[in-house]
């Protein structure tokens, strides 16, 4: 590719977008792929071919029609990961039901958010795992389930929600509902019976490309999470074209570590894999280490995503050498910057030599960028690849909205079929987010190098203005890293009343280390611009993170405005 002349780019491709609905697309697959494994869960033991995967999802579809749902609902899924989960996303898109994704990490207050925001008609859910017991928060909120069968019980503070399955994932099968008015999903599977073969294939041929299939929530790390609306035609060539940047084929196994309420685990792994044939291979309900490389080993696992504090856990696991990861060759981490050491621990002891650095937002379906196998160390340490075949990226100027040049700082901005339909029931908050011209602004700052890499700079709602200076919290973080002593950090800003805002860093020491807010300032005193040192440092073992790995700046600001009292000046 020859050097840009602006921080532009449109990547074009050999192979064309897919015209497909998803259940029109995994039709193909399944008769191309149709005795091979589809799906492996370790923790339930069971496995399913792609015909029976096939079988399966037509089944449970047929059920939902039974039950009433149709084109255009919305059924929620409260769950880790498992077979189920995966059952119900192919379900609800083979019929153009929504699935709204929800953490499994919520809780009662989390969850009433979710099923207003989204108006969800249905849920599925656990009863419970480890610490949250699910069924006990759901009747928090729906006392109703206790006193009336199924589809006779309301609401008024969620008026919408009319069904509510409860399965366990160890024993599907089980009969006994929990409350009267659930059903359970043997239950569920007695509605299929009513429905026609006929009836599903007339339900699927009715679907547009275009049509909403998913509601995913953005992770909340800048405030409330909103609904972020997602069709066929988003989510299957997004996970298509991020298959062929991996290579992905029909003999790989993929190892999914990453939950699939996520984008990264229901597009990037499920709908990823099974675009190309390959299988799905579950390790863990919820991320385990151990449990992780048990899997790799025993499936012959090819590929492993995450974010880069789930390899630095399995890297670090105790019995890591004890196993056999020859297997391993590719994978993508996301969600955070790879550090140059954590690349090179990947390559040469996980065996993946071919791992990419991903970038994107739920927003985005979610990759856009993404390096390539023959990227450099520097390409893929220091920036996020490049754009994805048929999507178009810019960086603009935060003052003017003009295309900034190669090599200056602007917000990230996409255009093309990845961008989502817009957030669920939220017209301003779309408007806001995509311009008249199609254009989604990410609300992250980068730089384009003239080979088309991109570079994140910082999020620009996290860039700091110190006395006129504008910083950029990412350049900082980076710096900080270097210290010998340091494993990780964020900086972020508290306000100042000279200043306007004063830089903040938390600080996580790497094993074993020790240090003094005096040493960390000393150090960066000699080496960067006055303006950039941290008035204030604390040391702390762990960080405010999402579920996937992403950090809460705006979680560590508001316990330190808390302490110090500082919420008057903001």
Known sequence: MPPLNSSYLHQGSDFPLIGDTIPQWLARVTAAQGGREAVVSRPQARRLSYRQLADQVDQLARALLGLGFNRGDRIGIWSTNNIEWLLLQLATARIGVILVNINPAYRSHELAYALQRSEVQGLFLIPAFRSSDYLAMLLEL?????????????????????????YDP????????????????????????AVS?????????????????????????????????????????????????????????????????????????????????????????????LQVLETIEAERCTALH???????????????????LGSLRTGIISGAPCAPELLRRLTEQMHCGEILVGYGQTEAS????????????????????????????????????????????????????????????????TAQAIDPAGWLHSGDLGVMQADGYLRIT??????????????????????????????????????DPFYG??????????????ASEAEIRDYCKQRIAHFKVPKQIRFVDEFPMTVTGKLQKFRMRELMLAETDQTHII
């Open 306 to 324: 995450g974010v880069p504090t789930m390899f630095i856990a399995e890297l670090d696991h105790p019995r890591f050498s004890r196993f056999d």
């Open 197 to 289: 073969g006929a009836t599903l294939e007339a339900a699927t041929a009715a679907l547009d490309r275009d049509d909403p299939i998913n509601i995913q929530y953005t992770s909340g790390t800048t405030g409330s999470p909103k609904a972020v609306l997602l069709s066929h035609h988003n989510l299957i060539n997004n996970a298509w074209f991020a298959a062929q940047g991996l290579q992905f084929g029909p003999d790989d196994r993929l190892c999914v570590s990453v939950p699939f309420y996520h984008c990264f685990g229901m597009v990037l792994c499920n709908l990823l894999a099974l675009s190309v044939g390959a299988c799905v291979v579950i390790p863990c309900e919820h991320f385990d280490p």
């Open 501 to 514: 805002e004063e830089v903040v860093a938390w600080i996580k020491l790497r094993a074993g280390e020790q």
């Open 142 to 166: 729906l006392p109703e389930l206790r006193q009336a069968p199924p589809g006779e019980w309301c609401n008024a503070r969620f008026p919408h929600l009319r069904r509510v399955v409860l």
């Open 366 to 429: 979610p990759l856009t960028h993404l390096s390539r196998p023959d990227s450099t160390l520097q390409q893929r340490t220091e920036t996020v690849g490049i754009n994805l075949p048929h999507q178009e990226v810019k960086l603009v100027s935060t003052e003017s909205g003009q295309t900034v040049p190669i090599g200056a700082v602007g917000e990230v901005c996409y255009r093309g079929y990845h961008v989502m339909r817009g957030y669920y029931g939220d017209a301003e908050a």
């Open 170 to 193: 160890r024993n599907p099968e089980a009969t006994a509902p929990a409350a009267p008015g659930m059903n359970v999903w043997r239950d569920l599977l007695e509605a299929a019976e």
């Open 458 to 495: 910082g999020r620009l709602k996290e860039m700091i203005i110190r006395g006129g200076e504008n910083i950029y919290p990412r350049e900082i973080e980076d710096f900080l890293f270097t210290h010998p002593k340091i494993a990780s950090a964020a900086v972020f800003s508290l306000p």
